[in-house]
């Protein structure tokens, strides 16, 4: 028996925002989802499971909140269970969501990823003082610039591409009501300006860190079928992950993705995604990871991908418009980054993307990473229901 | 072999709680000596009060003052209690129904000896002598000699009729006072300090490393199957999953393979900004360490330079490594350590 196809039939999101001190853990979750189930014109008792992730329990300090988190999504009596993937945790909740409905466990799943990063410190919680091991030397965009300096190296990329991507991104979060940063103003030379932290990140190359949560509705056939707006349909999805650290681990563009990308479009049967796919809302934390990523989830060769970004194809009004959204470059709940990238393909093909809506999108590409390059995650989603 | 390493790892972090909007009304009025319910629409009253109703998923927002009375739902013995705990000596941890309320409220009990804790028994908060909007507003309870629950046989006017749940006790008609949960200067966020005390060990891998480098040697293994050299050792190949026992010295020198120069300070690091923070590829080794470069200009450091490591008294670890002279290593010869 064939799997059940897959719809999106509701999207919520929070606005984004450095701090949401008026509410709750519970009360941050439950905005997102009634705002799903309201896209969706359902109850909660529509609803037969909850599928929630987020990042590492330590960066809030609440230890499996997904229990104390029941009350608020409507769990109670119901199936419901948590995902952990690091920063790829938005996905693979989503996929796991997914997968319930597509092997017709349940007919209607609630899938909802958040972080509240204002209530501790994320870097706190990555490096944590573990007895007779040197201190982290570098900070946070420490562990990441040496792999861009890496990429720059292996494809002699001009270093005048990340800032490119950073523009891009703000001036497409400025059409996006959820995004966290909306820099008015905002120009190139300003971001060119900006300070350099660790050296090739500039500050302006940086993601937020944000108060967020997103929510999807998935459903079965059926469920589509009664939906009051266009569904997305999932095409393509699958989950891929290697160790953090290991001989020959290639961190430009490690084998974890390519794979990952790869299982996707053989499911979504897509042979050439740069022509065929038309809008991709990748997890990009510092710019220099959108060309890294165009080359290791197949949009171009190896040391091509630069030259997408360089020549505006990349761009809101290019042929394959990265990140619409504005990007994690733009919001970055940490645990919610993953679906809201799942979420904003979604809504691309779902023609409800607002003022960030690519004409005529078919196809998107939703993508998620963490860990250090240990997790990916990532679906196509489809305005048309797949070809059994 | 020497045995492996020891030493406690404490997990430590004062986060901070957004209350929201029940949350607030309960904390800000235990600071005024006011215990607060959430009142469900089948007019149940819920204390400590939720956000959204556990049953209809309903969000809850209607407050109701409970007394500071109760009576002992359950208990549990604390014949030794820890650091952190609301009282120094034994005490009962109890679930306490506060006169007035459907559920139970976890807290201490302060009693003599288990002798004296039954279930029934009625107890009253004993009140914080300084009260900051927390639960610790509530030092404790204590038994109390008064009436019996003074909602005891009271009409409901809210009480209809309904399922009960498994497991709950006899729905008892009574009323409790409604409460706007209004109060000069609220309490809307706390703080929630948290500690974890952990007895860590390295293992015996990285324990015969850590021994290694007290000597300054740089000690890893090699995977029987794969033959790559571990730096630090894992004890296992994380890529062949088979155990790795062959010790393999690597270094001394080693190449920077790539690197990041750092402008902002982190914090807990007494390093001058700038500094660069590199990726070194020990001679031998098949991945690269991380490491501060000094003895060179920031701005001078590039991929493939040769570099040695620089060791003071005071650390484990080379304080950082250095030019070692030897003319820069060619990108062919460490590309795939990148």
């Given amino acids: 028996m064939a799997e059940e196809p897959v719809a999106v039939v509701g999207i919520g999101q929070t606005r984004h925002r450095a701090a949401r001190r008026d509410v709750s853990l519970a009360g941050l979750v439950r905005e997102a989802a009634l705002r799903a189930l309201a896209d969706a014109e359902l109850t909660w008792a529509d609803i037969d499971a909850v599928v929630i992730g987020k990042a590492p329990d330590f960066f809030e300090g609440v230890m499996m909140p997904e229990l104390y988190l029941a009350d608020a999504l409507g769990a109670v009596g119901k199936p419901m269970l948590r995902v952990h993937t690091a920063g790829s945790v938005g996905g693979s909740t989503a996929l796991v969501a997914a997968d319930l409905i597509a092997a017709r466990v349940h007919t209607t799943v609630l899938t909802l990823a958040f972080e509240k990063q204002s209530e501790s410190n994320a870097m706190w919680g990555l490096s944590l003082p573990v007895p007779f091991q040197q201190p982290l030397l570098a900070g946070a965009g420490g562990f990441f610039a040496p792999h861009i300096r890496a990429y720059m190296r292996r494809t002699g990329a001009p270093d005048t591409i990340g800032a490119l991507v950073a523009y891009k991104d703000r001036r497409n979060a400025l059409r996006n009501p959820y995004a966290h940063l909306h820099e008015h103003g905002i120009t190139l030379a300003k971001v060119q300006e900006s300070p350099m932290l660790w050296d090739p990140i500039r500050y302006s190359e940086t993601c937020p860190s944000s108060d967020g949560a997103c929510a999807m509705i998935l459903a079965d056939r059926a469920g589509a079928a009664r939906a009051p707006r266009p569904a997305a349909w999932v095409h393509g999805g699958a989950m891929r992950s290697e160790p953090t650290l290991f001989a020959g681990k290639d961190f430009v563009s490690p084998r974890a993705g390519k794979d990952c990308a790869a299982a996707v479009y053989r499911q979504a049967r897509i042979t050439d995604p740069r022509r065929e796919i038309d809008v991709v809302e990748m997890y990009v934390p510092f710019s220099w990871y959108e060309p890294m990523w165009l080359e290791n989830l197949g949009f171009a060769a190896e040391g091509e991908g630069w030259k997408l970004t360089e020549s505006g194809v990349t761009e809101l009004d290019g042929d394959l418009p990265v990140n619409p959204s504005g990007g994690v470059l733009s919001a970055n709940p940490i645990g919610a980054s993953g679906m809201i990238r799942f979420a904003e393909a979604a809504l691309q093909v779902r023609g409800q993307a607002g003022e960030h809506q690519i004409d005529g999108a078919r196809r998107a590409l939703g993508h998620a990473y963490g860990g250090g390059s240990q997790f990916f995650a990532m679906w196509l989603v489809g305005s048309e229901p797949p070809t059994t | ?338």
């Fill in chain 2, 1 to 338: 072999m020497p045995q492996p390493l020891r030493a406690p790892l404490v997990v430590e972090f004062p986060f901070t709680r957004s209350l929201g909007p029940v949350q607030s009304a309960f904390l800000t009025g235990l600071r005024e000596r006011t215990v607060l319910g959430v009142r469900t629409a089948d007019g149940r009253i819920l204390v400590p009060p939720v956000e959204y109703d556990p049953v209809t998923a309903d969000e809850l927002r209607e407050l109701a003052e409970v007394a500071a009375t109760g009576t002992v739902t359950t208990w549990a013995w604390n014949p030794a209690p820890r650091r952190g705990q609301p009282l120094a000596t034994p005490f009962a941890w109890v679930l306490v129904r506060l006169d007035g309320a459907d559920t139970a409220l976890l807290h201490a009990l302060d009693a003599p000896g288990p002798g004296a804790v039954r279930t029934g028994l009625r107890v009253t908060v004993r009140w914080a002598a300084e009260r900051t909007g927390s639960i610790t507003d509530i030092a404790c309870f204590e038994p109390y000699e008064g009436e019996s629950d003074p909602y005891e046989g009271e009409p409901d006017p809210y009480e209809r009729e309904r399922v009960p749940y498994e497991h709950e006790h006899e729905p008892r008609p009574r009323t409790a006072g409604g409460h706007d949960g209004r109060f000069d200067d609220p309490v809307t966020g706390i703080v929630a300090p948290a500690r974890l005390d952990y007895d860590y060990s390295p293992g015996r891998a990285q324990s015969r490393y850590l021994h290694a480098l007290a000597e300054r040697r740089t000690v890893g293994e090699r995977c029987p199957s794969c033959r790559k050299v571990y730096v630090p050792p894992r004890g296992a190949c994380p890529t062949c999953g088979v155990a790795t026992a062959e010790q393999i010295e690597v270094g001394p020198r080693g190449t920077v393979t790539t690197y990041c120069v750092v402008n902002i300070k982190a914090k807990n690091l007494d390093i001058a900004v700038p500094y660069v923070y590199a990726h070194i590829a020990l001679d031998g080794a098949d991945l690269a360490l991380h490491a501060r470069i000094g003895g060179i200009p920031y701005d001078q450091v590039r991929m493939g330079l040769r570099v040695e490591p620089v060791w003071t008294a005071s650390s484990r670890y080379p304080d950082h490594y250095r030019p070692s002279g030897e003319p820069d290593a060619d990108y062919e010869v460490y590309k795939e350590l990148l």
